[in-house]
């Protein structure tokens, strides 16, 4: 069974990290471009880290630079989301995603990334 499971969510005050995990099962992440997105209440989704299956680069809207990075461990199967620096508009459902990487600027910087989504894990950054 091809499928992405998410963990490492929960609740975190200001200013606080939590690193993300995302297992791949029924396929081999190594020649899959890499995503994660999120969505708050309300909101609609919001890409905050791709990599790229064509150079291992990595790409985040400019008001996440510096506080959130994407990673790959090929030999677990698993991608990450290290994010530090919380802030309370940082709460939403953080869900991963794999795609073929084709056709980059379509779908991302890092092309098609949303042909296989996990179903997400509750981030909530409060007092």
């Known amino acids: 069974q091809v499928q992405l499971v998410e963990s490492g969510g929960g609740s975190v005050q200001p200013g606080g990290s939590l690193r993300l995990s995302c297992v791949a099962s029924?396929?081999?992440?190594?020649?899959?471009?890499l995503g994660w997105f999120r969505q708050a209440p309300g909101k609609e989704d919001e890409r905050v880290a791709c990599?790229?299956?064509?150079?291992?680069?990595?790409y985040y809207p400019d008001s996440l630079q510096g506080r959130f990075a994407i990673s790959r461990d090929n030999a677990r199967n698993t991608m990450y989301l290290q994010m530090n620096s919380l802030k309370p508009d940082d709460t939403a459902v953080y869900y991963c995603?794999?795609?073929?990487?084709?056709?980059?600027?379509?779908?991302?910087?890092?092309?098609?990334?949303?042909?296989?989504r996990g179903q997400g894990t509750q981030v909530t950054v409060s007092t």
């Open positions: 990599m790229s299956n064509r150079d291992g680069s990595s």
């Open positions: 995603t794999v795609g073929d990487g084709t056709d980059p600027g379509h779908q991302s910087p890092c092309g098609r990334i949303r042909e296989i």
């Open positions: 029924g396929f081999t992440l190594d020649y899959f471009a």
